[in-house]
């Protein structure tokens, strides 16, 4: 996929960032609000942005949004331990997948689904970093065991990727089809030549 003009970059970054906002302070969701978007918000911004300078932008607002939502709107600070040191590690691990496959990306139903399965990988990666480092590294749990831990990584795990994944496959669709209409469109106009 070619890279985004500059104002068009700016403007993804800008519904990134919002989408952020709007969705980080309830991680799990609700009837009011929609469930966390911060990892596929990643995996698409290696996806489609790129550039190294938006990556760090988006992991800034992500402890900022944390950072308030902890001080000012109530939010529990059980997850904020010595372990949130590798989110940047498990969001690099998302951005970074979105980079590489980019280049594949066209638009077409192949390529689509193969973003959708580096998507799902990378999510993965990235759940069982942060995870990982939470329990074992967090200090909140009491003799930690192989078995403890990936009982609560089954029992979190596919919550997290299931709703990155539901970003990312909806992004995926819109991407298909406003290639589909602009394929079309272009068609449309040779052949009224």
């Keep these: 996929m070619k890279p985004l003009s500059r104002p068009m970059n700016l403007v993804l970054l800008s519904a990134f960032a919002t989408l952020m906002v709007a969705t980080r302070f ?3 969701g609700d009837a009011l609000h929609l469930p966390d978007a911060s990892m596929a918000l990643f995996f698409l911004g290696g996806l489609y942005l790129r550039r190294h300078w938006q990556f760090v932008a988006m992991l800034v607002l992500a402890v900022a949004v ?3 939502s902890i001080e000012y709107a109530g939010v529990s ?11 940047p590690l498990a969001y690099a691990v998302l951005w970074y997948g979105g980079r590489l496959y980019t280049g ?19 999510a993965s990666a990235s ?5 990982g480092a939470f329990y074992w590294l967090g200090g909140r749990y009491q003799d930690p065991h192989f078995a403890e831990y990936l009982a ?5 795990g596919p ?5 990155t994944m539901m970003y990312v496959a909806v992004a995926l669709a819109v991407h298909g089809m406003a ?9 449309h106009q040779i052949d009224s030549r």
């Design 104 to 122: 594949r990306l066209d638009g077409r139903m192949l390529p689509l689904l193969g973003a959708a399965g580096v998507g799902l990988v990378a």
């Design 179 to 187: 290639t589909f209409a602009l394929r079309g469109r272009i068609a």
């Design 152 to 156: 609560r990584a089954w029992q979190w």
């Design 77 to 87: 600070d059980f997850c904020i331990t010595p372990s949130y040191a590798f989110l």
């Design 159 to 163: 919550l997290f990727v299931r709703t």
């Design 127 to 131: 759940f069982l970093i942060s995870n």
């Design 26 to 28: 309830n991680h799990f």
């Design 66 to 68: 944390d950072w308030v």
